[in-house]
């Protein structure tokens, strides 16, 4: 599965963490449980009071749920807490997952993590989507909105999605040293997102 874009804010970090627990892939689905993960790439170390009025979920449920991250290795403690006040941060960068399984507990339970983290996608473009209005004009303008069909072949696919890693992987150590980003750069999101479309007739000929 391609891996999820999400910025992590320490440097020393591995660059992504590989979900192949059924158990593991399962916990993760959880909406909560991937936001946290979010803001802890973008916005942590944090407790989970913090993570409380981030979320607008309580700090008993907030918790919670970072223990059963951390559990499956994708959170853990960070230094400098105080008493029940721990800080949390992510352990990687990224989260992947099988794209393809002959075991068919795990592509069950990778399945629906990825379905669970295309329904989030939506949501965030959505708001995004509403929230556009405020925008300066140059990032309306610079925002990218659309989809291409083209006729591929499995290699060309994953070639491009290769050569569309290359791309990016420049500007991503700007997440972990602010240092390296120029004057005006924000948070962007990119979602990369390719699939076979079955809903059009195949027109090859048999």
């Known amino acids: 599965m391609p891996e999820i874009s ?3 804010s320490g440097d020393q970090q591995p660059r992504s963490i590989r979900l192949t627990d ?3 892939l399962r916990a993760y689905a959880h909406p909560l449980r991937m936001s946290l993960v979010g803001l802890l790439r973008s916005s942590g170390p944090f407790t989970a009071t913090r993570a409380a009025e981030l979320t607008g979920e309580s700090v008993a449920s907030c918790s919670y749920h970072l223990r059963i991250l951390a559990k499956y290795g994708l959170v853990e403690e960070a230094p400098g807490g105080r008493g029940r006040e721990k800080p949390w941060r992510a352990t990687a960068r990224y989260t992947e997952w099988p794209e393809y399984s002959e ?3 795990v592509a069950e339970a990778a399945d629906a993590l990825s379905a ?3 329904e989030r996608y939506f949501e965030r473009v959505t708001k995004a989507m509403e929230n556009r209005h405020r925008l300066p004009r140059e990032w309306r303008e610079a925002e990218q909105f659309g989809d291409s069909l083209l ?7 994953a070639g491009l999605g290769e050569r569309i890693n290359e791309l ?3 500007y991503e150590e ?3 040293d602010p240092s390296l980003r120029p004057e005006g750069a924000r948070p962007v999101s990119i979602l990369r997102i390719a699939y076979l479309d079955q ?3 195949d027109s090859e000929e048999e």
């Open 6 to 8: 999400e910025p992590q």
């Open 22 to 24: 059924p158990r593991a």
């Open 103 to 105: 075991d068919a507990t």
């Open 116 to 118: 669970a983290v295309a």
């Open 151 to 157: 006729h591929l072949t499995p290699e060309e696919l």
């Open 168 to 170: 990016l992987r420049p």
């Open 174 to 176: 700007r997440a972990s």
């Open 199 to 201: 809903d059009i007739p």
